[in-house]
């Protein structure tokens, strides 16, 4: 089975960015669906970016025009993070699975194989 490893993590002043990375060793798959999650502490946990093997991405209205995620074939998966708010703060996630020919690779999408997290704190 995958086993994703983040990275990247670290403290920032609102405003700046930082560079989150995605590993995904063990078993991986041609057709998958990545993405990013993030839960800050007393919330639930929630998407914030997904990007599936023919590159289309969908994000959260909360980080769209500050977040990016990319992929690459046989490259970490990053999520670029710009204008960094305090509200961005909480252990991020990332998350693997095969992508099915009848499945959606959306913010919804149950994901299997999750990494341990990397925190992200936004001072103000």
């Known amino acids: 089975q995958a086993q994703p490893v983040e990275s990247g993590g670290g403290s920032v002043q609102a405003g700046g960015s930082l560079r989150l990375s995605c590993t995904a060793s063990?078993?991986?798959?041609?057709?998958?669906?990545m993405g990013w999650f993030r839960q800050a502490p007393g919330k639930e946990r929630e998407a914030v970016a997904v990007?599936?093997?023919?590159?289309?991405t969908a994000y959260a209205e909360s980080v769209k025009g500050r977040f990016t995620i990319t992929k690459e074939r046989k490259t970490p998966m990053y999520l670029q993070l710009n204008g960094l708010k305090p509200e961005d703060s909480g252990m991020y996630y990332c998350?693997?699975?095969?992508?099915?020919?009848?499945?959606?690779?959306?913010?919804?999408?149950?994901?299997?194989?999750w990494g341990q997290g990397t925190q992200v704190t936004v001072a103000s």
């Open positions: 998350a693997t699975d095969f992508w099915g020919p009848r499945e959606v690779c959306d913010l919804g999408f149950d994901f299997r194989y």
């Open positions: 063990g078993y991986t798959y041609a057709a998958y669906c």
């Open positions: 990007i599936d093997s023919d590159r289309r």
